[in-house]
């Protein structure tokens, strides 16, 4: 049978891919290795985020666990394999790897398209410690499988899904160690979130090693485990587990048959169209190395069917930087753009500053945990007419999911900043602190007024 593009995985990059194509009126298979819907449905976003919900509203873990399970069903039923075949995709269930130049062997079969959407997705990335065999350690594609809580736990790792595990499972009653290489938690965010989100674990209970390197993992003699720190500490703990990072999941995909190149990361070489270098092959989601979010995966799925089936004279390019993320901890943290560092590195750029404490909503919600910054910088020629353009947002606040789209928004259309400051927001809600918050760039606001961009 032929087929006009043929996507590799069912993941959300996958899922994007395969959905655009049908809107193509495209003869489209997918291959997934499992259950259409990858990593984020069966064992990252979404039981996650039932977890760490179940936990916030004070469930026993039994019933947690339980709601886990029924949400994952409920939601992989919206994007299941006869799901996909109703809207017009074939669908093949099995692990493909390339045979040749885009073609493609799958349960002793081969199929060939002249395009291919390659979104095999990433995995764990588990760290190869002398010791670590013989544990029987835990990541986020097993941990939603325990059925009892442990009494204690080491989270090997100060990311997101390190920190919102941590406190998710704090909160279950679980007695939790956080060991992170890094200075802070969350280091890919602004020095302060880390800090308030260390503040809150700690006051929560949750013991919290940073710049601490594990050099051995040990068995302890009835039950547990032992990790051995090169600062000479060592942390004990009934479970382990490693949160340390994902990576791109190319392995076994045979990909030099079909010359597509990896780089040092083991991620797929792409140009800015999600192109590989092989031809007729385009890339996308995790497998690319690029942002590592189900919607970006999405985005970035249905940006390569739409290169894939379209002229290569209209090739549209894959832009990240309005793209939004959330750590779903409590208070969550979310981010669009650039820190202030990498502004203040700009130079040109200013940032406005309000703390939840001063904002009304926070107060009477009794969550004054988090801040609001913006950053903003002139635009060409226009320089900083009607506030400059927004360049960068970071949320930390209970509701900071949610508020990130503002911003992103401003960013995605290139708004004036002062827009923001503009529009009516209602009162009292959380989103009036980005109101006052771009307020600033224009005259002070309780005392606070936008200042330059610092890179420390």
């Given at each position: 049978m032929n087929y006009d593009l043929i996507v590799v995985g069912g993941g959300a990059a996958g899922i994007g891919a395969a959905r655009t194509a049908v809107q193509h009126k495209a003869h489209v298979m997918l291959i997934s290795?499992?259950?259409?819907?990858?990593?984020?449905?069966?064992?990252?976003?979404?039981?996650?985020?039932t977890l760490i919900e179940s936990a916030r509203r004070g469930l026993r873990y039994s019933t947690a666990a339980t709601r886990v399970q029924d949400v994952v069903a409920q939601i992989a039923a919206t994007e299941s394999?006869?799901?996909?075949?109703?809207?017009g995709a074939e669908v093949l269930t099995g692990y493909g790897r390339f045979t040749g130049e885009r073609r493609i062997e799958i349960n002793g079969k081969t199929y060939t398209a002249p395009r291919i959407v390659l979104a095999s997705g990433s995995r764990p990335y588990v760290p190869a410690l002398p010791g670590l065999d013989r544990i029987p350690y835990l990541t986020n594609e097993t941990i939603f499988g325990l059925t009892e809580l442990p009494n204690s736990m080491v989270v090997l790792g100060g990311g997101a899904i390190g920190c919102e595990l941590a406190q998710a499972l704090s909160r279950f009653g679980t007695q939790v160690t956080i060991v992170e290489a890094g200075d802070r938690l969350l280091p890919r965010e602004e020095p302060e979130t880390s800090r308030l989100i260390e503040e809150v674990f700690v006051r929560e209970g949750i013991t919290v090693d940073t710049g601490e390197r594990v050099s051995r993992v040990s068995p302890m003699p009835v039950?547990?485990?032992?990790?051995t720190l090169t600062s000479g500490k060592s942390v004990q703990a009934q479970r382990l587990l490693v949160a340390v990072g994902r990576r791109a999941d190319t392995e076994n995909l045979n990909l030099d048959a079909a010359g597509i190149e990896i780089d040092e990361r083991g991620t797929v070489v792409t140009t800015s169209t999600?192109?590989?270098?092989?031809?007729?092959?385009?890339?996308?989601?995790?497998?690319?190395g690029r942002l590592p979010f189900t919607h970006a995966a999405f985005a970035m799925g249905r940006l390569a069917a739409s290169n894939a089936l379209g002229h290569r004279l209209l090739q549209r390019n894959y832009h990240p930087e309005a793209t939004p993320w959330v750590t779903f901890t409590d208070p969550e943290v979310a981010r669009v753009g650039l820190t202030e560092a990498a502004v203040a590195a700009k130079g040109g750029g200013r940032v406005a500053y309000l703390p939840m404490a001063e904002l009304d909503r926070a107060i009477t919600a009794d969550a004054t945990d988090g801040f609001i910054k913006l950053l903003a910088g002139p635009r060409q020629f226009l320089r900083n007419v009607g506030g400059g353009k927004v360049l960068g947002a970071t949320?930390?606040?209970?509701?900071?999911?949610e508020l990130i789209g503002e911003p992103a928004l401003a960013m995605a259309t290139g708004?004036?900043?002062?827009?923001?400051?503009?529009?009516?927001?209602a009162y009292p809600t959380w989103s009036s602190g980005l109101q006052l918050a771009a307020a600033q760039f224009f005259f002070p606001v309780g005392g606070r007024a936008a200042k330059p961009a610092r890179q420390a």
């Open positions: 290795n499992g259950e259409p819907g990858g990593d984020c449905t069966f064992t990252g976003c979404v039981p996650s985020k394999a006869h799901v996909l075949r109703d809207e039950d547990g485990v032992k990790l999600l192109a590989t270098t092989a031809k007729g092959v385009w890339a996308a989601g995790d497998v690319t949320i930390v606040a209970e509701r900071a999911g708004m004036f900043t002062g827009r923001l400051a503009q529009a009516i927001h």
